[in-house]
């Protein structure tokens, strides 16, 4: 009985002296902080997913959807956008912010103190791009700042004449690293650089274009809000008018290929579905909308849709 309890505490000695071998020989752990982020300064913006689809399609377009209300009573939303987590970020033109919906559906408000923004679009680096329609500029924000700057002013002259108003919509293109701008006032689409410095001219001749989209291969589409059609201008500089539309005022891609369109006719009042092959136009939702603005779809076929008289941002999730 002895012998064997002196063997089992040598045994216990010898595991702890190994134990005490391995931690002084072990690199210590990287403790990474999280930064507290104060509701009254914009949260380091990521970039998105540009494309948020899968890469494959899975299925059939869905044509049933169930509806849920993520933010309503807050501001009048307008345009969207993803942050990197999955957040919703959306621009307020009447009251000058950008917002986040949070996780537990509580929203941060980002910027104030705006002139008018409206569309957006968060590049690589974590910029965030913002088109400043009353003062028909574009705006950056790098990740972590809190007062954004001014990256170019837009060449047209806004006025309050009918579909004269300033800049709208912008959108990023991944495949030459560029945002697209288009210029409301003049009807020209441009191709801007990263830095603002350079401006190219793509298109002209739409009636007032407002957003828009870029798919994979670096084909541009427009909503062309008072010229009721939405245009794709190809790669090699071709221009497709697709009409039958009211007021189509923000576009977006799903992953099969087809053009989801907000049309904000007040006759008309819905989220449309345009298949590019065929052409053929389907009705996704209409009922309850008052004034739909923004739109964007993630990796699950879910469709965002803001309506800032409503004052709600709505979700189309596929049954």
């Known amino acids: 009985m002895i012998m064997h309890r002196a063997s089992v505490i040598g045994t216990i000695l010898l595991l702890v002296t190994l134990f005490l071998a391995s931690c002084a020989t072990s690199p210590a752990p990287v403790v990474s902080r999280t930064p507290t982020i104060s509701s009254q300064r914009p949260t380091a913006i990521s970039a998105p997913v540009l494309t948020p689809m899968p890469s494959t399609p899975s299925g059939p377009a869905p044509t049933h959807y169930s509806t849920r209300t993520l ?11 993803f942050d990197q987590q999955g957040h919703l970020l959306f621009s307020d033109f009447y009251n000058g912010t950008i ?19 409206e569309g957006m679009v968060v590049l690589p680096d974590s910029t965030l791009i913002i088109a400043e329609q009353s003062t028909h500029r574009i705006l950056s924000l790098a990740a972590g700042a809190s007062t954004p700057i001014v990256l170019r002013q837009v060449p047209g002259t806004p006025s309050k004449l009918r579909c004269k108003d ?92 087809n053009l989801l369109v907000i049309d904000l006719a007040p006759a008309i009042h819905a989220l449309i579905r345009l298949n590019m092959q065929s ?19 993630d990796s699950h076929d879910n469709i965002f849709v803001s309506d800032d008289y409503a004052n709600v941002i709505v979700e189309f999730s596929p049954q």
């Open 166 to 257: 300033g800049v709208d919509g912008v959108a990023y293109d991944p495949t030459t690293n560029t945002i697209i701008v288009p210029d409301s006032p003049t009807g020209d689409v441009y191709r801007m650089s990263i830095d603002g410095k350079t401006l190219t001219l793509l298109a002209s001749g739409i009636v007032r274009p407002v957003g828009a989209m870029v798919d994979r291969q670096g084909n541009v589409y427009v909503a062309d809000e008072c010229g009721g059609a939405v245009w794709r201008i190809a790669v090699g500089g071709k221009t497709t008018r697709f009409g039958g539309f009211g007021m189509p005022d923000d576009v977006a891609l799903d992953a099969r290929g």
């Open 71 to 81: 933010l309503q009573g807050i501001g009048r939303p307008d345009d969207l956008a």
């Open 279 to 297: 052409g053929q136009q389907t009705t996704l939702a209409r009922q309850d909308f008052i004034e739909p603005q923004g739109l964007v779809i």
């Open 99 to 117: 917002g986040r919906i949070n996780t537990d559906g509580s929203a941060t408000m980002l910027l104030r103190g705006l002139a008018g923004p």
